[in-house]
């Protein structure tokens, strides 16, 4: 197979997760999450059960967004060494946030409704809130491993983790604020006031607060 068509087999099974996840998320913000099957998922999107499952391993999958993992990571490993570890953190959510609820035209607002249903279901579903945590401990853990020589003792390792944790708590005070008005605030705008609150200036590159 050549480069040009495995890169548009990529580019089609990449759609069509796009695709089955938008669906699944609209059914359950109209629905409820636990009123809507994976059938009735595959049925709204016009694909077998079998297709859903291909693309998202449990019920649960639909709902989560993977793609912020390797976004703040990228940014955390590409961060200065020589700054605080909250702000080389708290710089990658920040740029992530905004890379995430950005776009042209009309997708803004479209990113963003999106990314709050799936925020709105995660808080409101026991059993997405459960997998949620799960991918917490997994963002941070992608997060010290990007980290590099300043996570490479056991002592650096725990202060990584430790500066990790607290960023991230301050995000989910920000992502909850964000739902309660309606995404009326700008999300990176949050996420770099919860920081400048928890840290100070320390945490939070000049400009990101503007």
């Not at 016009?46 to 976004?71: C, N, W």
């Not at 059993?127 to 002592?155: C, F, K, M, N, W």
């Not at 990584?160 to 999300?187: I, N, P, Y």
């Amino acid at each position: 197979m050549s480069e040009r068509q495995t890169t548009l087999r990529e580019r089609q099974r990449s759609e069509t997760r796009r695709v089955i996840q938008a669906q699944a998320v609209r059914l359950f913000t109209d629905r409820g999450y636990d009123a809507v099957t994976v059938a009735d998922v595959a049925e709204a999107v016009g694909v077998s059960a079998m297709t859903v499952y291909r693309h998202f391993s449990t019920k649960e999958d639909l709902v989560l967004i993977d793609q912020p993992v390797q976004l703040i990571a990228e940014r955390v490993a590409a961060s200065s060494p020589t700054h605080p570890l909250v702000r080389r953190v708290g710089g990658a959510l920040v740029d992530t946030a905004t890379v995430l609820t950005s776009g042209d035209g009309d997708e803004p607002a479209s990113n963003e409704r999106f990314l709050l249903d799936c925020l709105r279901l995660m808080v409101s579903t026991p059993a997405l809130r459960a997998r949620h945590l799960d991918s917490q401990y997994a963002l941070q853990q992608a997060i010290v491993d990007a980290l590099g020589d300043d996570a490479t003792t056991p002592e650096a390792t725990f202060r990584a983790q430790a500066a990790t944790s607290a960023c991230l708590a301050a995000m989910h005070t920000a992502l909850t604020r964000w739902a309660e008005v309606d995404g009326q605030t700008k999300l990176p705008e949050l996420i770099a006031g919860a920081l400048a609150a928890s840290f100070g200036d320390i945490a939070v590159a000049t400009g990101q607060r503007d």
